[in-house]
Each structure stands twice: as C-alpha cells, then as structure tokens.
C-alpha cells in the first residue's frame, strides 16, 4: 500500500521520533541507498556489453520472417 504524506508534514513526524526510532530510520535509509548503488554499478555493465551489429538484426529479422511464413503454412 502506498500512502502520500506531504513532505512537511512528513518532516514533523519525523521530528517527533524518539532517538532509537530516528536511528533505526536512519540505518534503513542508507540500507536503500546501498541497494541503489548497486544498481548503479550494474548500469555500466550493461551498457559495456556486447551489442548486435546492423548485419546481426537484419539476420535475425529475416529468419523472424521464413519462421512466420513456416508457421503461416503449416497452420493453414
């Protein structure tokens, strides 16, 4: 479930807190900041990968074709 709290009101909530509830706040926080990290280093890993060339698709893109054209007659 989701629930929108303005920003303020959010802020005097957290004001509120006793210092353990604001510390433990605070260490699930940066557990979130760990994980987004983690999936800021998997983007460049992605990005170095291996890439198709113009050749490659147009392959791929004429096989696509003879499949359709197989199944076109095979299930007419």
């Known amino acids: 479930m989701t629930v929108k709290v303005p920003f303020q009101k959010l802020l005097a909530i957290v004001k509120t807190l006793t210092p353990s509830q604001k510390a433990t706040l605070m260490a699930e926080l940066s557990k979130e900041q760990v994980n987004l990290k983690e999936h800021h280093d998997f983007i460049p890993y992605l990005l170095d990968g291996p890439v198709y060339e113009d050749k490659d698709v147009q392959t791929i893109e ?3 074709k003879s499949i359709a054209t197989w ?3 095979t299930n007419g």
């Open 62 to 64: 004429e096989n696509r």
């Open 71 to 73: 199944r076109a007659k």
